[in-house]
Every structure is written in structure tokens, then in C-alpha cells.
């Protein structure tokens, strides 16, 4: 009968032996990218853990490493030509391209900064602040936009405080979370302009994980086509603060080239983006 057993876990399930999948971020993460993960981890009867959990603070830098190394099996970030040639993306973008559409953190004082801006020319009298590695970084370095960067994400909340740049472009979804998190800075969403580029952010594994991309893969197009994914999406906090706070529509708008996109970004399959100008 054991011998029954161990036979049907071998052949039916490879749950039955997998390790837990290493995840970005900590248990308590209300973020929708690890909402997202988790559901389709589970969706895929897997069992996962978080490597990081006693520790908030990991630069983005120490992520990409892990993942590398196997330290880490999955991460989410928005995308490059060279993440995508040193990892697998998993091609669904989890913010249906909200990301790609930011607004500015500046000093509540700098409230108007963009008051008279039109144009990128305009924009580029003004630094940008950012991190050292992330891919927004090349976007606004290749338009020729000043920015000033720093390895940890925390600390361009005080840099910004501090004047080391102007403003802190930020997606959509996320400025206003933000701010509330450090109160104790004098900092304010800037109403007039948003800056666009296509931008997706996806999951990423090793390259050589081919069965864990493939889970993800087939467990997130379950869930977009039976309703959940875009479910998790509308229901997220964030995403609701943008329909109520954003004013994109009231938004001049700024286009930015994104050079570090692929030819396999999936732009005309239409049901996986967002579009809030509508």
C-alpha cells in the first residue's frame, strides 16, 4: 500500500516532492504583484515561503542576485531587454501597464513644479530621482531626462525631502500609499502632468527554471480567463486610489520611448492592459 502511494505522488503530482517556492517580499505584503503570486502559487498546488521575512529592506540589486543564485525563486519588476535575457518573464503584465503611467512625489511646497511644463523639453529642467538599477532609470536616462539615483528605494523618500533631485516619478498606483507611509516628510503628489511609457512589470524566474515558469504561466492565464485575475486587479487598494485620485484625464501628458522593451511584449493582445483614459 506505501508502495501505492509513493508510486501516485511520483507519477500524478509533483507537488508531492517539490521544494517550497522562495518568494520576493514577506507574508504580510498587501501589494497586488504578491497577491497575485501567491493565488497563482496556490492555483498551481504549490507550497511557497519567504526567505525575506525579517528583513523589508532588500535592494533590488540583492534580488536580482538571488534569483540567479537560486536563493530566490521568483520576483516581480518591471521589464528590460537585459532582464529578460538573463531571466524568464512570465509575459502577463500584473499591473495591466498602470506602471508605465507616472506621476510625480515632490515637496508639498513644490506643489506646482510642473505648473508651466508642456513638453519634454520643458521636462527635462528638472531631476528625476530613482533606483540605481531599476529599468526606469535607462527609460528616463535614454529621453535625456537628469536623474539622480540611490541602490535603496528608502531612501529617495528622504533624498527628495532633502532636495538631492526635484521629483520622484512613481507609478500610478503607487504615490499616494507612499506619501501616507512617510508622513513625517512634507510631500505631496504633483496634479498637473503624467509621464507615459510602456512599461510592464512581470514576474521573472531563473533561467533555467523552466518548470516553475510554466506553472506561473498556465496558473496566471487561468485566472485571467476566469475573471480572477481582473478581479484582484480592480479590488486592489492601490489601483482604486488611482480611478479616485489620479485626475489622469485633467493630466497633461508627457510621451516617453521605452528602448529596453522586447518584440516579445505582448502589446496587441489588448485584454491584458488597462487603459484609464477611456
Not at 1 to 10: D, E, K, T
Request: proline share 6%.
Amino acid at each position: 500500500m506505501r508502495h501505492f502511494a509513493f508510486l501516485f505522488c511520483f507519477t500524478f503530482t509533483s507537488a508531492c516532492f517539490a521544494a517550497p517556492v522562495k518568494v520576493q517580499s514577506y507574508s504580510g505584503d498587501t501589494s497586488l504583484p504578491h497577491k497575485l503570486l501567491i493565488s497563482a502559487i496556490e492555483r498551481a498546488d504549490l507550497e511557497y515561503v519567504h526567505p525575506y521575512e525579517t528583513n523589508k529592506d532588500i535592494s533590488n540589486a540583492r534580488i536580482l542576485n538571488d534569483v540567479k543564485n537560486n536563493q530566490l525563486d521568483v520576483m516581480w519588476s518591471m521589464t528590460s531587454t537585459q532582464l529578460e535575457q538573463d531571466y524568464q518573464a512570465v509575459y502577463i503584465p500584473l499591473f495591466r501597464g498602470l506602471l508605465g503611467m507616472r506621476v510625480a512625489i515632490v515637496k508639498a511646497q513644490n506643489r506646482e513644479l510642473f505648473s508651466s511644463v508642456t513638453s519634454l523639453q520643458d521636462l527635462k529642467r528638472f531631476t528625476a530621482g530613482q533606483g540605481k538599477t531599476w529599468p526606469d532609470t535607462k527609460i528616463l536616462k535614454a529621453n535625456q531626462l537628469p536623474v539622480v539615483t540611490t541602490l535603496k528605494y528608502p531612501n529617495l523618500f528622504p533624498m527628495l525631502e532633502g532636495e538631492r533631485f526635484d521629483y520622484f516619478p512613481r507609478g500610478v498606483n503607487e504615490p499616494w500609499d507612499e506619501i501616507a507611509n512617510h508622513s513625517e516628510l512634507n510631500l505631496t503628489v504633483e496634479p498637473h502632468l503624467v509621464i507615459k511609457y510602456t512599461a510592464p512589470l512581470y514576474f521573472f524566474v531563473n533561467k533555467n527554471n523552466h518548470t516553475l515558469h510554466k506553472q506561473l504561466n498556465d496558473a496566471l492565464n487561468e485566472m485571467i480567463a476566469d475573471g480572477t485575475f481582473n478581479a484582484m486587479f480592480l479590488a486592489d487598494s492601490q489601483v482604486q486610489t488611482v480611478l479616485s485620485k489620479a485626475n489622469l484625464s485633467s493630466r497633461r501628458v508627457i510621451e516617453l520611448d521605452n528602448p529596453t522593451l522586447s518584440s516579445n511584449t505582448p502589446n496587441k493582445n489588448s485584454p491584458l492592459w488597462f487603459n484609464p483614459f477611456q
